[in-house]
C-alpha cells in the first residue's frame, strides 16, 4: 500500500488509466472479431468497410501507447493479407 499522499494519487490515476485500457483494447479485439467473422460468411464488401474501422481503431490504440505502433502495423498488415486472400480464392 502506498504511503505518501503522492503515491496514494498515482494509485488512483493508474486503475482510471488500466480501466480505461483495457476497455480500448477490448474494443479493438472485438472489431477485429467481428470483420474476420463478417470475412468467414463471406460478405467481402462488409469486412472491407470494417477494415477501416479497425485500421483507425489500431492507430488511435498505437496514439495512445495502449499497443506499440509495430503491433498495430503488424496486425493491419496481416487482417490485409486476410482480405485480399479471400478476394483472389473468390476470383
Known amino acids: ?8 494519487k498515482r494509485l488512483r490515476q493508474n486503475v482510471v488509466i488500466r480501466n480505461r485500457n483495457r476497455a480500448d483494447r477490448s474494443i479493438v ?3 477485429i472479431k467481428k470483420m ?3 470475412l468467414k460468411e463471406g460478405n467481402l464488401q462488409e469486412a472491407e ?8 481503431a489500431l492507430d488511435h490504440a498505437a496514439a495512445k501507447n495502449i499497443w ?3 503491433t498495430t502495423s503488424r496486425k493491419k ?4 493479407h486476410l482480405i485480399l486472400k479471400v478476394k483472389q480464392s473468390a476470383n
Not at 50 to 56: D, K
Not at 77 to 80: D, K, M, N, V
Request: hydrophobic residues 25%; contains cysteine.
Open 77 to 80: 498488415s496481416r487482417l490485409s
Open 68 to 70: 506499440h505502433k509495430n
Open 29 to 31: 479485439r472485438n472489431l
Open 36 to 38: 474476420i467473422k463478417t
Open 1 to 8: 500500500m502506498p504511503n505518501t499522499k503522492s503515491a496514494k
Open 49 to 56: 468497410n470494417q477494415f477501416r474501422s479497425v485500421c483507425s
